[in-house]
């Protein structure tokens, strides 16, 4: 399957206006690996593609003492030589010229004024009184209001637009993330304000609403008459290693599942929308979330690979899961009765991202009992591409019943085309203004909703026992009873 054309204009609308010139662009966290390892490469693509506005300056922020020159070789580290580039040398040298490092406490009222005048500074050199300021806070979420706050208070420009971007996570469960949104809120709009998912930045999870609602074909497949269930996997090989402690205290759902693969579920299942402004989008995400219950007890099955509670940062008798499946149920007309398992763990046997679309039986009679059911499988990271998993003759004088598969391996068909990665995507959007990858206030609080109760049942809250998850070896395919659990839920192998 290659494409045959390209038809390069989307009938989305924004709102907000687009940052063309005179922006100062702040990442607090500027130290942190998410800065290091995604942020600064993602906008040294934004530079060398010519998406960063005019007069633009990157400016670091936080709480270490570094001098500039460390700073720049921390924060370009991993920006990789293509190797086929011939002005790759030439363009990393001026990307470090718009980098610059300011040092300063994350509370303190009088520092920002400081951090004020030295964005101040900077933009005395435009030839326009436009002043621009995109603040990031990559850092985290315990500090979140408060410097949201004093970028508000003290650094907010007066002299053009403001945005804010927040990265996940955002709460612990429905009562923090509230509180949270509540805090922030006091002080930036929501207009103002972008909260990242970074899978809302994956080519896959971009093209669903194409593929969905630009294919009759594709849309019509996908309903309770059709579908027997769906999963949407995220499995990593790693294990927890140098964030034990981090995770013990979050745990595989809070991190992965209750976000990522929400939002992946969310996009794959809503309705079609009247327009593709980014409101319009967020209300038909907000109205799928809303018709799922809370998750039950007996949905759930809980793992931990055998050596987690070898890491000197985990206690020695945690029980948090590294491991989740969780079922959920959507009860509309288009949805209901369908399962929809979102699993993924850490130390399994394969790195893989995907959703899994599994129809029903065939109607029988005709061949053979159990002949495979068709499926369509996006996959999101590795081996990206769209595959549809038929049944066939088998060429030549043979008869019977063979797999078979169609594909768009995006590798291959789009061999020539430059596919952006995630966080160039998102940090691209929130320049643009486009809220549509974007999680909004009452999106986020519907998908607590649906997660809150059993994470305080696996927490133990309210004096409850805390739920044991079932061992399994690292580089397997997670705990026992996984394969009854997916047949159960009307899956078949």
């Not at 009088?110 to 964005?119: C, G, K, R």
């Amino acid at each position: 399957m290659t494409p045959s054309a390209i038809h390069p204009t989307i009938l989305r609308e924004t709102a907000l206006p687009h940052l063309t010139n005179n922006t100062i662009i702040v990442i607090a966290g500027a130290s942190g690996d998410l800065a290091k390892k995604f942020l600064y490469p993602a906008l040294f693509t934004l530079f060398i593609k010519n998406l960063l506005p005019q007069n633009i300056a990157i400016v670091g922020y936080a709480r270490s003492q570094i001098d500039h020159e460390l700073f720049l070789e921390q924060v370009t580290a991993n920006i990789k030589d293509p190797g086929n580039d011939p002005n790759f040398d030439q363009q990393l040298r001026s990307y470090k010229d718009l980098l610059t490092y300011f040092a300063g406490s994350y509370d303190d009222g009088a520092v920002f004024d400081s951090f004020n005048e030295y964005l101040e500074n900077i933009e005395c050199n435009y030839d326009t009184p436009e002043r621009n300021r995109v603040f990031y806070l990559a850092l985290p979420s315990t500090v979140f209001a408060v410097v949201a706050e004093k970028f508000k208070t003290h650094v907010y420009s007066n002299a053009g637009i403001n945005r804010l971007v927040v990265e996940k996570p955002i709460g612990s469960d429905l009562a923090s993330a509230v509180e949270l949104v509540q805090a922030i809120s006091a002080y930036w709009t929501e207009d103002e304000t972008f909260r990242i998912d970074h899978y809302l930045g994956q080519e896959i999870v971009r093209n669903l609403l194409v593929f969905r609602f630009g294919n009759i074909i594709t849309d019509c497949l996908l309903n309770k008459n059709l579908v027997s269930n769906v999963q949407i996997t995220l499995n990593e090989t790693f294990g927890t290693e140098g964030r034990g402690g981090y995770f013990d205290s979050t745990g595989i759902i809070r991190d992965v599942i209750q976000n990522h693969l929400c939002q992946v579920l969310t996009v794959l299942t809503m309705e079609r929308p009247v327009t593709l402004d980014a409101a319009d989008i967020i209300d038909k995400k907000v109205e799928l979330l809303r018709s799922i219950p809370p998750i039950e007890n007996d949905d759930v099955l809980l793992g931990q690979y055998i050596g987690y509670l070898d890491d000197p940062d985990v206690p020695k008798d945690s029980k948090s899961s590294t491991y989740a499946a969780n079922t959920l149920w959507i009860n509309n007309p288009r949805w209901e009765g369908v399962p929809f398992i979102l699993k993924g763990g850490k130390a399994l046997h394969e790195d893989n991202v995907e959703i899994r679309v599994q129809f029903k039986d065939a109607t029988k009679g005709l061949f053979q009992p159990n002949i495979p059911r068709s499926e369509l499988v996006m996959r999101l990271e590795l081996g990206m591409g769209i595959f549809l998993h038929m049944n066939s003759k088998p060429p030549g004088f043979e008869s019977g019943v063979i797999p078979t598969q169609l594909k768009l391996d995006y590798e291959t068909a789009f061999k020539c085309t430059f596919i952006p990665d995630a966080y160039e995507v998102l940090l691209n959007d929130v320049l643009l203004g486009d809220h549509s990858t974007f999680v909004r206030d009452d999106e986020l609080i519907a998908a607590w909703k649906i997660f809150t109760p059993i994470l305080h049942w696996i927490d133990g809250e309210g004096g409850g026992v805390k739920p044991s998850p079932t061992q399994y070896a690292r580089g397997s395919r997670g705990p026992e009873g996984l394969d009854e659990y997916l047949a159960q839920r009307g899956f078949r192998a």
